[in-house]
């Protein structure tokens, strides 16, 4: 709805901010949503299920209904919930539709939106609609760009966790006689054990166990290959105090003993 002119909303008369009471709940329609409903919740604590789907909802959940979809929902009588719901339609296809649930962030100005809306209607306010239809449009702008803002987030999230875990892997492959520990390189890249194994194995294709001994094994070739080191000396440079655990790695990795490779 970025590029929706403000002219092909349809306001309903449907809108309000209500108090619900103890016993209010939303009960499944015969006919699924006819239009498109935005819905606000102010306070209290409730469940919304929409399309089968249930959201545990309170402060600052918002949700887009759109034309058939199918709405029940429920609420903590102690705690009831205020919401504020306008109802609305569109003359044209929109491009870009806000998804059917978000929790606003910025509630501070998205929230003085919706009151400006309600208000215009509560007395006849000259100019009323046009101005709704205004407001109307940066409502679904705000929603939007949350949801880009959020997205960039994600994206910029998963560069540098990309970057961290190359890093690394880039540190492992240069300093392979290290004693690297699971512990060790997590706290490297600042991330817990289980999430930086779990990431390592995805991004990097092994399991960080591995990538250590496959670097390992690597350097191995190169030093008895060109630097004219003896096995056991390139075993105990890399960090092998057991001759014969290299030997086995060694062949295991390269098909060949290393003495061969010497």
């Not at 009831?80 to 569109?90: A, E, G, Q, R």
């Not at 910025?106 to 239809?133: C, D, M, P």
């Not at 940066?138 to 880009?148: G, P, T, V």
Request: aromatic letters at 10%; hydrophobic letters at 35%.
């Amino acid at each position: 709805m970025l590029y929706t002119n403000p002219d092909h909303f349809m306001l309903k008369p449907s809108l309000a901010t209500i108090h619900c009471e103890p016993n209010w709940r939303w009960k499944k329609r015969d006919k699924p949503m006819p239009n498109y409903d935005l819905l606000y919740v102010w306070n209290g604590e409730g469940t919304v299920v929409l399309n089968e789907k249930p959201y545990d909802v309170e402060k600052g959940n918002c949700f887009l209904f759109k034309p058939g979809d199918v709405i029940t929902a429920t609420h903590i009588p102690q705690n009831s919930l205020i919401l504020t719901y306008i109802h609305f339609d569109v003359t044209e296809t929109p491009k870009l539709v806000p998804q059917a649930h978000r929790i606003i962030e910025n509630t501070i100005n998205f929230e003085s939106l919706l009151t400006q809306y309600v208000r215009l209607f509560l007395i006849k306010t000259f100019g009323a609609e046009i101005e709704a239809k205004l407001i109307l449009k940066q409502l679904m702008i705000h929603l939007l760009r949350e949801e880009q803002e959020k997205e960039e987030q994600m994206n910029d999230s998963s560069n540098r966790l990309l970057e961290t875990i190359r890093e690394v892997a880039n540190y492992i492959q240069q300093h392979p006689g290290e004693p690297h520990t699971i512990e060790s390189l997590a706290t490297r890249a600042n991330l817990s054990q289980r999430y930086f194994s779990e990431k390592f194995k995805q991004i990097i294709g092994q399991t960080v166990k591995s990538y250590i001994v496959y670097s390992r094994i690597k350097r191995a070739e190169h030093l008895l290959h060109f630097t004219g080191m003896t096995v056991t000396e390139a075993a105990y440079a890399l960090g092998y105090n057991d001759l014969h655990f290299f030997s086995r790695q060694f062949k295991k990795h390269t098909g060949k003993n290393p003495s061969e490779v010497r």
